[in-house]
């Protein structure tokens, strides 16, 4: 037995019974890693039309193959190396990994030459944990005046991944504190930064997440089943 047992056996019954129970103003993102081509077509034909992926390399190889689904937005998800960012911003419409401010200040440098500007996220740890990347918040606040700066991008939010140890009461409290900070740093005023969007919400704690006021859920194995190890 799974943990998502409780769910319909096919992708498309599984994403028509989390619509039920997540607001329509929540967007869900399906990640897509490692999953095969013929099951984002389902994913698809079920009405998403947002992937999330971790690797660059992986998702290219996808977008490829999905050409005729015009009208997909895709999310990256997984770290970024700064080597890479040009390639990011080719490929991505959202980026919910900017993790540093150097990251911040590379990407942007490419944007004030391309032809989009890219929707980007801040990925911020509310409990230190050294195996995540993303800002601590003490971090984070000391670098919003730059990041201000960098006028090519579009900051809408901020992202946060949890450590994976909580039970639902301390998820649902890290979520609260990431939705607070969140308001904490619209309050400041930023001309070139908003926090309207927060990703958070996993397979295992999306429930909470969209309670403490996710936008956007990232939704992995609960739509494709187990990924391999
Ligand atoms: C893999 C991944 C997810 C999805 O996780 P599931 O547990 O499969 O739902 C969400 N966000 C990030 C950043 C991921 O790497």
């Not at 993303?134 to 670098?143: A, H, K, P, Q, R």
């Not at 949890?162 to 890290?174: C, T």
């Not at 070139?192 to 859920?217: E, L, N």
């Amino acid at each position: 037995m799974t943990l998502f047992s409780q769910l319909g056996g096919t992708i498309s019954e599984r994403i028509s019974q989390i619509r039920q129970t997540v607001p329509d103003s929540v967007r869900l993102i399906a990640v897509t890693k490692q999953v095969s081509i013929a099951a984002m077509r389902q994913a698809y034909a079920a009405g998403i039309r947002d992937f999330g992926e971790s690797r660059i390399q992986e998702a290219e190889a996808k977008q490829a193959q999905l050409q005729d689904l015009l009208d997909v937005t895709w999310h990256l998800i997984g770290h970024l190396q700064s080597n890479k960012a040009q390639r990011a911003l080719e490929k991505f419409q959202w980026i919910h990994s900017i993790d540093t401010l150097k990251l911040a200040q590379r990407l942007n440098q490419f944007a004030a030459q391309a032809s989009h500007r890219p929707k980007v996220l801040l990925q911020v740890k509310l409990l230190p944990d050294p195996n995540k990347y993303g800002w601590e918040v003490s971090d984070l606040l000391e670098d919003l005046l730059e990041l201000n700066r960098c006028e090519s991008l579009s900051i809408e939010g901020l992202m946060t991944i949890l450590p994976q140890n909580l039970n639902p009461s301390e998820s649902l409290e890290v979520f609260q504190q990431t939705k607070e900070l969140a308001s904490r740093i619209e309050q400041l005023n930023f001309a070139h930064i908003r926090m309207g969007q927060i990703s958070m919400g996993m397979s295992g704690d999306y429930t909470s997440a969209v309670q403490a006021g996710a936008t956007m859920i990232r939704l992995g194995r609960i739509l494709f089943g187990d990924r391999e190890a």
